[in-house]
Every structure is written in structure tokens, then in C-alpha cells.
């Protein structure tokens, strides 16, 4: 069963202050997008990666997945594919899936792994596409919430505390049957031949379960923590360090 996994690598990383896109920004001398790529090929579990990017960085990711003399390639270079990403994360989303329907018609499942979750363990992986070759349509990794959840308002009042043990953190990648995730896009107004998308803040699964069908879950990992702010990157720096 073919596998297709999409990894949305457009952000510019604002928050993490370094001054480029957050996608190239090295950890341990590697790029965070090489290190998501190279984690789902290790897991051995995936036929073909899309990567969308700023299309100011089409040429420069591209080079950096076909290797350098010297450097280690990032697995079968055949099997990556660098493509424009949109202007937030769901369009870019969209842009892969668009090209991925097109290009890899035989997919089953597709995966979705943000750049930003860049040392996500390959087992991972294998665990989320062998729940959906095992039958779950829409599968995410997620851990307990540790601290305590507050709803506040506007001036930072709290309205309430919210039941901490029914809330979940959720990781990528987050898996699903292709058919499955194509309904999503196109009912959550993503035209299915491509360009002109809407904008929305919802993940992946959050488009699958507005069409009211059920989203599994696995447990998460601590190392496939979102890479966010430069305290994430230090603790990032860290751990390959380690
Ligand atoms: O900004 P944030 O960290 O939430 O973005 C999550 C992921 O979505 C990142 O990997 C980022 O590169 C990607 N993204 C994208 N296209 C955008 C904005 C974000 O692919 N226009």
C-alpha cells in the first residue's frame, strides 16, 4: 500500500526570531525540514515526500535534498519532491495534496508532518501507517496535558478551568487515508483542481472530524515536540547534542 507523506515547510518563523525560515533553520548543523524528511524515510514505512516551501526557497531546499559532495544524501533523493507552499499552513497543505493526488494516484494513506516537529521518531511513524493500513481512516499522536488549562478573556480574566484529563497535545505526523483527507480539504472549501484556496486555522484532523468522522489516537512521543520558540530550539540543540 503506497504511502505519501506531506510536509508543510512554507512557515517564515517569526517566532523563533532567527531571522529565516524556520524549516532551514539548522539544529546539530542539519536543517529542521532534512531532519523531518530523514525521520519518515528512516522509519522505512514511506514511498514518496512533498515538501512546500516559500517559493524563494524552491532552489535552495531542492539542493539541499539532492546532496552535496561530502554530505549524506537524505535517503533516495527520487523519492522527494520540493514544491511552493501557500500562505498559511493549510494552503500549503493543500498545494501537496493537490500535487500528490495528481502525481501518486496509487497513494492509500497520507501523512502530514510539519517541518517544525523535526525529531519525531521514525517509529512513530510506522506506528500511525500501520493504524491505517490496519483500518483507522484519521489517526494523530497525542500526550496527556501536564499543567493546568485555563479559559481566559481578552484582559487576561479567567472564565474557567477546563478538565485537564479528557485534553490531549497533539503531534505530527498526523495519518490518514487519502481519499479521507481530500474530502476534508475539498469540503473545508479547497478547490479539488488546486489554486485559489480559503484560509482556515484548523489542523488536518480538525477538517476530518467537521465531517463528523471519527479521528483515532495514538500515543505521542515527548521527542516529537513542535519546534517553535528559540527555548524550543535550545532544548532541541540539546537533545541531538546528547
Ligand atoms: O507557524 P507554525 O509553526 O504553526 O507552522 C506549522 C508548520 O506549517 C511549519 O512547519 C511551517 O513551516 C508550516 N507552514 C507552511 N506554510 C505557511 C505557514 C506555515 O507550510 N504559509
Redesign the pocket.
Known amino acids: 500500500m503506497s504511502v505519501l507523506a506531506l510536509v508543510?515547510?512554507?512557515?517564515d518563523g517569526v517566532r523563533l526570531g532567527v531571522g529565516m525560515p524556520?524549516?532551514l533553520v539548522p539544529l546539530g548543523g542539519i536543517p529542521l525540514v532534512v531532519r523531518a524528511v530523514r525521520g519518515l524515510l528512516d522509519s522505512g514505512s514511506v514511498d514518496h515526500v512533498l515538501v512546500?516551501v516559500r517559493e524563494a526557497d524552491v532552489a535552495r531546499v531542492r539542493s539541499l535534498f539532492a546532496g552535496r559532495p561530502g554530505q549524506r544524501p537524505v535517503g533516495d533523493a527520487a523519492r522527494i519532491e520540493v514544491l511552493t507552499?501557500?500562505?498559511?499552513?493549510a494552503?500549503?497543505v493543500a498545494a501537496a495534496l493537490c500535487y500528490g493526488a495528481r502525481q501518486h494516484p496509487e497513494a492509500h494513506t497520507v501523512l502530514v508532518h510539519?517541518?517544525?516537529h523535526a525529531l519525531t521518531p521514525p517509529e512513530l511513524v510506522r506506528i500511525l501507517v500501520t493504524s491505517v493500513a490496519e483500518g483507522a481512516d484519521a489517526v494523530v499522536p497525542v500526550l496527556p496535558v501536564a499543567d493546568t488549562v485555563k479559559e481566559v478573556d481578552a484582559d487576561g480574566r479567567v472564565l474557567g478551568t477546563a478538565d485537564r484529563s479528557a485534553l490531549r497535545t497533539v503531534q505530527t505526523p498526523q495519518a490518514f487515508r487519502m481519499a479521507l483527507l481530500r474530502r476534508a480539504y475539498r469540503e473545508a472549501g479547497f478547490d479539488p483542481e488546486c489554486p485559489g484556496t480559503p484560509s482556515l486555522s484548523a489542523d488536518d484532523a480538525g477538517l476530518v472530524e467537521r465531517l463528523g468522522e471519527p479521528v483515532h489516537t495514538v500515543p505521542g512521543d515527548p521527542l516529537a515536540f513542535?519546534i517553535?520558540t528559540a527555548w524550543d530550539l535550545r532544548v532541541a540543540e540539546l537533545l541531538v547534542a546528547t
Request: aromatic share 0%.
Open positions: 508543510p515547510a512554507a512557515g524556520k524549516a512546500a507552499g501557500g500562505a498559511d499552513r494552503s500549503s510539519d517541518a517544525a513542535k517553535t
